[in-house]
T-cell receptor, first 114, second 111 residues
Framework: AQSVTQPDIHITVSEGASLELRCNYSYGATPYLFWYVQSPGQGLQLLLKYFSGDTLVQGIKGFEAEFKRSQSSFNLRKPSVHWSDAAEYFCAVGVGGGYQKVTFGTGTKLQVIP | DVKVTQSSRYLVKRTGEKVFLECVQDMDHENMFWYRQDPGLGLRLIYFSYDVKMKEKGDIPEGYSVSREKKERFSLILESASTNQTSMYLC??????????FGSGTRLTVV
């Protein structure tokens, strides 16, 4: 069975600083990988996804993620964080074409300080 | 845009009550899912469905059942609500072209 680890429960960054959120996955075959963002009281919104091809994936809101098979990682990055990026971020791994059963990490809560 | 609608944002029920959480999607997606979200535990899959009248257990199905009589509607049923089922419940639908789309969630409190 697949699994996802997000080692950082809570991260605080200054507005304008760069951001990297870590994600490690465990899955025997080629993974389908996702990052979602959840604002307080809301559902989850897809930031980006990796199915195949270029290992550097661009997403919405200026986010990108890099798939590194050798490290089983799919870290999320943003060069300059905005106050509106404060939210909870979830990494996920999918099977069955990526649109069937998806397993989520426990999330990283991002706080942005002025 | 694909829309997944959960019928209630907030719900308060008494222990032992039968509770229905409804989810409707408007894009003819094949797959629908119910997750519960708890602090520190992330999202855990309760049940999912690949087609009408089909259902499969997820990781934590105990105490829950589901119904999918129409393609667009997927209901989560708590047969006898208990306080440990107090949680945020998230419905999602997916298809090969769209990936996952989530509803806004239902925050259920069982007292």
């Amino acid at each position: 069975a697949q699994s996802v680890t997000q080692p950082d429960i809570h991260i605080t960054v200054s507005e304008g600083a760069s951001l990297e959120l870590r994600c490690n996955y465990s899955y025997g075959a080629t993974p389908y990988l996702f990052w979602y963002v959840q604002s307080p009281g809301q559902g989850l919104q897809l930031l980006l996804k990796y199915f195949s091809g270029d290992t550097l994936v661009q997403g919405i809101k200026g986010f990108e993620a890099e798939f590194k098979r050798s490290q089983s990682s799919f870290n999320l990055r943003k060069p300059s964080v905005h106050w509106s990026d404060a939210a909870e971020y979830f990494c996920a791994v999918g099977v069955g074409g990526g649109y069937q059963k998806v397993t989520f990490g426990t999330g990283t809560k991002l706080q942005v300080i002025p | 845009d694909v829309k997944v609608t959960q019928s209630s944002r907030y719900l308060v029920k008494r222990t032992g009550e039968k509770v229905f959480l409804e989810c409707v999607q408007d894009m003819d997606h094949e797959n629908m899912f119910w997750y519960r979200q708890d602090p520190g535990l992330g999202l855990r899959l309760i049940y999912f469905s690949y087609d009408v009248k089909m259902k499969e257990k997820g990781d934590i199905p105990e105490g829950y059942s589901v119904s999918r009589e129409k393609k667009e509607r997927f209901s989560l049923i708590l047969e006898s609500a208990s306080t440990n089922q107090t949680s945020m419940y998230l419905c999602a639908s997916s298809s090969q072209n769209y990936g996952y789309t989530f509803g806004s969630g239902t925050r259920l409190t069982v007292v």
